[in-house]
């Protein structure tokens, strides 16, 4: 069974940084693409970064320049820095991935950005 475990969100003034952790398991780790997600209060869950097997990367156009997504094969972890938070970018951030045509998301973790 896939697990996703996401840490490291919290409270954060506005323009500060945060970097969010996701530890997968369950999963070849290598192989797989894996992507950050996040819900606002209210709103739908929204696609913010993802990250293929050989480290291509893409990002929604409102967190280019600021959000990093990285991963590490050998901890089976991916990484969301976040720089020059906003307001707009609090909410709760998900780690997802698709295995056997099923997807998987974990619990999430809370950031919330204060300004």
């Known amino acids: 069974q896939v697990r996703l475990v996401e840490s490291g969100g919290g409270l954060v003034q506005a323009g500060g940084s945060l970097r969010l952790s996701c530890a997968a398991s369950?999963?070849?780790?290598?192989?797989?693409?894996l992507s950050w997600y996040r819900q606002a209060p209210g709103k739908e869950r929204d696609f913010v970064a993802y990250i293929t097997s050989s480290g291509v990367t893409n990002y929604t156009d409102s967190v280019k320049g600021r959000f990093t997504i990285s991963r590490d094969n050998a901890r089976n972890t991916i990484y969301l820095q976040m720089a020059r938070l906003n307001a707009e970018d609090s909410g709760i951030y998900y780690c997802?991935?698709?295995?056997?045509?099923?997807?998987?998301w974990g619990r999430g973790t809370q950031v919330t950005v204060s300004s």
């Open positions: 369950g999963l070849n780790f290598k192989i797989h693409p």
């Open positions: 997802y991935a698709r295995r056997a045509q099923r997807d998987f």
